[in-house]
């Protein structure tokens, strides 16, 4: 069971990690040039990121707990 506790960490840090590396892009264009206008409606914010650590982070957690429940079950 450490074995497979071991691999997973070593994949969520993996994954992390990559995941990371995608912040480190230039800011987009401010676009003054002219008839700009407004630009996207919450500023190209990257939502994507807290989505997915947040879904990350529920399967660790259902993992844990299916972990404990046979844990649990076998004493």
């Known amino acids: 069971m450490m074995i497979y506790l071991r691999n997973l960490l070593l ?17 987009p ?15 190209g914010a990257p939502l994507g990121g807290g989505l997915l650590f947040l879904l990350t982070m529920s399967f660790g957690l259902g993992i844990k707990k299916i972990y404990l429940a046979r844990k649990k079950l076998t004493e």
């Open 11 to 27: 994949i969520l840090i993996l994954f992390f990690s990559l995941n990371i590396s995608s912040f480190g892009d230039a800011p």
């Open 29 to 43: 264009d401010p676009g003054g040039g002219p008839g700009g206008g407004a630009g996207p409606v919450g500023g």
